[in-house]
């Protein structure tokens, strides 16, 4: 591998095609999937960056362990069908409704290995936190999109399947209410891992969702005192039973309710409190708020400039046609500074430009 990029380019990086959203051109390059090193007692995980995500989520389930950050499957919303690997997960920050509450992807990343633009073979941090060398370049790596080098290598910390699952159910809230009482929730010690708002759909009510997660007993106290702190918003209900809280967060995760449109998708990162006064004025079809409303998803007519309505905030189109991408963009575009910085890094690792050419069209 090293001297087919040492040697050739360019190249698109490329894992499950599950998750891929830029205008990338060049000769695909996937990674192996031949690794595994997993230390169920160290709750640490090293494996091929082209192990697919469901063979990992059903190892680690027989030891009652889960990937934290909650995977997004993006295949109904994109229209793929091919299999999420863990190396497209780390290269895109895939991060899903509990990141609110224990972080996103690169904050469970311990370790990568990749093939620069040089061909070089690096390897940076470790299996174990308290192994920190490189940890830096770990994290950069987490949400690089492949233009800095072919992911080869992960190391995840993991953690335990909790014990129980319930979820705090308010209706007919406003959205300014609605995130209002998510930013109320969140304020609380209860550790809440979820906290999203949905409109109503055939006639139901909107709804506001909280979520906690942990051991029974305990998880049966948080809910009454969050119960009680959120009062103020008017009555709610929780829902305890296990496969629907599945259901109902993982049609969050996966943007479920989008997927019959064919539409324009933008997912947008902004503070929760401007997050009303955004959809407002941007006036789409349907939204998501999650994470407290610091993350929405968007379905707006086909050609909608998101962005032109936003003052801060950071805003990517997940969905549209090639058209619009190149015409408005698939990424946010940096500030001065931060492209500056990104130049950069493309120059050290990649100075041929080999990797994901295009991809910010």
């Not at 950069?140 to 492949?146: F, I, T, Y």
């Not at 910390?157 to 909790?162: A, L, N, R």
Request: aromatic share 6%; net charge neutral.
């Amino acid at each position: 591998m090293s001297a087919r990029v040492r040697d050739g380019g360019p190249f698109v990086v490329q894992g499950g095609d599950t998750r891929r959203i830029g205008l990338a051109e060049g000769e695909t390059l996937t990674a192996s999937d031949a690794t595994w090193d997993y230390d169920p007692g160290a709750l640490t995980l090293t494996v091929a960056a082209g192990v697919p995500v469901e063979e990992i989520d059903k190892m680690l389930a027989a030891e009652r362990q889960r990937i934290a950050f909650e995977v997004p499957d993006f295949r109904g919303l994109l229209g793929r069908c091919g299999r999420s690997t863990i190396g497209g997960v780390v290269a895109s920050n895939a991060s899903g409704p509990r990141r609110v509450g224990v972080g996103a992807c690169r904050d469970f990343c311990l370790g990568v290995g990749f093939v620069d633009g040089r061909g070089r073979v690096i390897k940076s941090g470790g299996r174990v936190m308290k192994n920190v060398t490189g940890l830096d370049l770990v994290k950069l790596m987490a949400g690089s999109h492949g233009t800095l080098g072919l992911l080869t290598e992960v190391s995840l910390k993991v953690q335990p399947i909790p014990e129980a699952t319930a979820t705090l159910v308010i209706e007919d809230l406003s959205e300014p209410d609605a995130v209002s009482a998510m930013s109320a929730a969140l304020g609380t010690p209860f550790d809440v891992t979820g906290a999203a708002h949905l409109r109503g759909e055939y006639g139901g009510p909107a709804r506001t969702l909280i979520r906690l997660e942990g051991f029974e007993s305990a998880v049966a106290y948080r809910m009454g005192a969050l119960q009680s702190a959120l009062a103020t918003f008017g009555s709610s209900t929780i829902e305890w039973d296990a496969e629907a809280n599945r259901a109902t967060w993982g049609a969050i995760r996966d943007v479920t309710r989008f997927q019959a449109s064919s539409n324009d998708v933008w997912r947008v990162a902004v503070k929760p409190s401007d997050a009303p006064a955004l959809v407002a004025a941007v006036q789409p079809e349907d939204v998501i708020y999650d994470w407290g409303g610091g993350r929405l998803w968007l379905l707006t007519q086909a050609g909608t400039d998101v962005r032109a309505k936003m003052g801060a905030g950071h805003a990517t189109l997940i969905r549209g046609s090639d058209e619009t991408k190149r015409r408005l963009g698939v990424f946010h575009p940096e500030n001065t500074v931060v492209a500056k910085l990104s130049e950069g890094l493309r120059r050290k690792f990649d100075p041929d430009q080999k990797f994901n050419r295009g991809m910010m069209g």
